[in-house]
């Protein structure tokens, strides 16, 4: 099962009525476009062992992390998959974002996710993949450049977990809003959403 544009709007506005830290953000001139949107200050963790994406070819990479990091968080409809699609960007205290290089240093994203993963400046993903797992591009809904985890697989994943569960399938609305709490529990697999 996918979702349609109207049915990501009613999972999520019913989402964000349970959910206080995250928001429904209705677009400004396209009535349908709108998005979940949530801010949050991120932990600069300790440097300990190494990083799967050291070899990142980044001479900024060695410059240390500020201390205080705010991350921008959005849930948006992604029409051609059908889904939805997280997108983020962080800041440093001054409000100037940060690269990947200094991303993957962060406690956004889980370190075992990224194993195996090969960086460039622009994306994250394994190298027998046609997509990468996090890439760089516009926000559907801001048009402003972010972050997002790609959506091709989020679909077949999100419905293997609610196949799992048994009580997955109920008949009413509570069906969509069960599809996005599996969704991000998909995504908390690759992003620490503190949930």
Known sequence: MTLSRSLFEAACKAFVQHRHDWVWVEHAVSPGFGYMHR?????????????????????????????????????????????????????????????LSDIVHTSLLRKHALDGMEATAFSIGDPASNFPLLSFGDHPSLGSQCWYLHPCETGPAVEEMLAAWSDARPQDSAQHVRWLEAWFLVLSCVVDLGL
């Not at 300990?48 to 959005?74: K, M, R, V, Y």
């Open 39 to 99: 801010t949050v200050p991120l932990q600069k963790p300790s440097v300990t062992g190494g990083d799967p994406l050291e070899s990142a070819d980044d001479p900024a990479a060695a410059l240390p992390l500020p201390d205080h990091l705010t991350c921008h968080q959005s849930v948006a409809f992604s029409p051609t998959f059908q889904v939805p699609t997280f997108y983020f960007s962080v800041c440093d205290s001054t409000g100037s974002p940060l690269g």
